[in-house]
């Protein structure tokens, strides 16, 4: 089958970060899934693995964990799929990747694809959806509201792809007043377009923006980027008791300014669930369901933002490219794998 993969970490501009090779096509086992790959999306993730994690020598490293699909086999175990079922999925760290034609996922973390979305739509959602929910509602708990504040939740980073979802899911599902942080014209518009009721600027004080909007101090602050940057202010603006939530990687993190607000820390990773083996790994799957009936439903939409063609190591260094530079809004997605 082929494949996108790399043999060692190399700068994005190097030819051979990522190559087009051939890979025998894999055999479905347990509770997995053989899928056929009909569409992928890349996300930091693919960009920062790929920049540090070395296989083994002589062996490829097969990135990519977005993926919309079709199921072509099934393992013994499988109780929940059948061949021919459209599904979507986020994969997991410790597995092969979806840059690939064929792809092994665990039945477990796998949701039906929305009815309403094309391939390429639906490939868009699965990792950044799963990091909004788990973030929004099983660690910062956005439905339980802080005392004495004006419910609200200030999402930095809102044009990324998990600022993204995370507005509209905030806004479908709660009665929270929504904030995003935008910087540049196009990506403020896209803010705006998602539902986020006000917008501020990252390149300025967060605090002394917050402090001129009519919410007061929020309850809950979610860091999907630059948490270095923005740390003092986060501390700062939000409200006493308030939840913090992050997933970026800050060089270090003192709790220690935390405890005079008794403000909580929350950390949030996706791959956590399908990494352990988790005991409610499957809440992965019915989140995805949720979200198919949201999107089938009217009530949120994709995030794609740019379709990049078909899969292959050329536009796969487009893409990682576009989101190493920072400037990427939404999601890039990649479809099919041509003739």
Do not use: C
Not at 60 to 82: E, Q, S
């Amino acid at each position: 089958m082929r494949a996108v993969g790399y043999q060692s970490p190399l700068p994005i501009d190097d030819f051979n970060s990522l190559q087009d090779i051939e890979l025998p096509q894999p055999v479905p086992t347990g509770h997995d899934l053989l899928v056929e790959i009909r569409a992928i999306s890349v996300n930091p993730v693919d960009t920062k693995v790929r920049r540090s994690a070395a296989p083994e020598p002589g062996q490829w490293r097969v990135l990519g964990w977005d993926a919309a699909g079709v199921v072509t086999a099934t393992g013994p175990d499988v109780h929940n799929f059948a061949v021919g079922d459209e599904v979507f999925y986020a994969g997991s760290l410790h597995r092969s990747g979806t840059n690939a034609q064929f792809h092994l996922v665990d039945e477990r973390i796998v949701g039906h694809k929305p009815k309403s979305l094309d391939w390429a739509q639906a490939a868009a959602l699965p990792l950044t959806a799963i990091t909004a929910w788990e973030m929004l509602f099983n660690r910062l708990d956005i439905r339980r509201p802080v005392p004495g504040t004006v419910p609200s939740l200030l999402i930095i980073g809102g044009a990324g792809g998990v600022g993204s979802i995370a507005i509209q899911l905030a806004r479908a599902l709660t009665d929270l007043t929504v904030i995003a942080t935008a910087s540049r014209p196009e990506t403020q518009e896209w803010v705006r377009s998602l539902g986020a009721h006000h917008m501020i600027d990252h390149r300025n004080s967060l605090a002394g923006q917050m402090a001129h909007l009519p919410t007061g101090a929020p309850g809950f602050v979610f860091s999907t980027t630059q948490t270095n940057q923005h740390f003092a202010d986060i501390v700062e603006l939000l409200a006493p008791q308030g939840h913090f939530g992050l997933i970026d990687d800050p060089d270090e993190l003192s709790a220690l300014p935390l405890k005079r607000k008794s403000l909580s820390l929350h950390w949030e990773l996706m791959f956590t669930r399908p990494m352990f083996e988790t005991a409610d790994m499957a809440e992965q799957g019915t989140l995805l369901n949720e979200i198919a009936a949201l999107v089938d439903s009217g009530r949120i939409r994709t995030t794609l933002d740019e379709n990049f063609g078909p899969i292959n190591a050329n536009n796969l260094r487009r893409a990682h490219a576009l989101i190493e530079s920072g400037r990427a809004k939404g999601k890039i997605v990649l479809t099919g794998f041509g003739e």
